[in-house]
């Protein structure tokens, strides 16, 4: 897969495109479920039950290789990384 576009990052496209992968990966490796229904895009992975400590980790280490960004030790906290909008706005953040 081209790299370079998710790079650039700010596009609506490219928005729209890591807004559906982000939920595709959520909505497999942690609600095993493909009704997105289930997963509200603001809803916070934490509150709901979704992800734990090690599923952050997992999140996290999915982020680096999928949007080839590196997420340090003082980017990891709910602001950036508990629901889908935050997650989207993060990886915006750091490829835009």
Do not use: C, Y
Not at 8 to 25: A, C, L, N, V
Not at 33 to 58: H, K, P
Request: charged share 35%; net charge negative; glycine share 6%.
């Amino acid at each position: 897969m081209d790299r370079s576009k998710e790079k650039e990052g700010g596009t609506i496209q490219d928005m729209s495109e890591h807004k559906k992968r982000i939920r595709e990966f959520m909505l497999d490796n942690f609600l095993f479920d493909d009704d997105e229904s289930t997963l509200a895009d603001d809803a916070s992975f934490l509150d709901q039950g979704v992800v734990d400590s090690t599923g952050i980790l997992e999140l996290i280490n999915w982020l680096e290789e999928t949007f080839s960004i590196q997420v340090f030790d003082v980017e990891m906290i709910p602001e950036n990384l508990d629901s889908v909008n935050k997650l989207l706005a993060f990886i915006k953040k750091k490829t835009g």
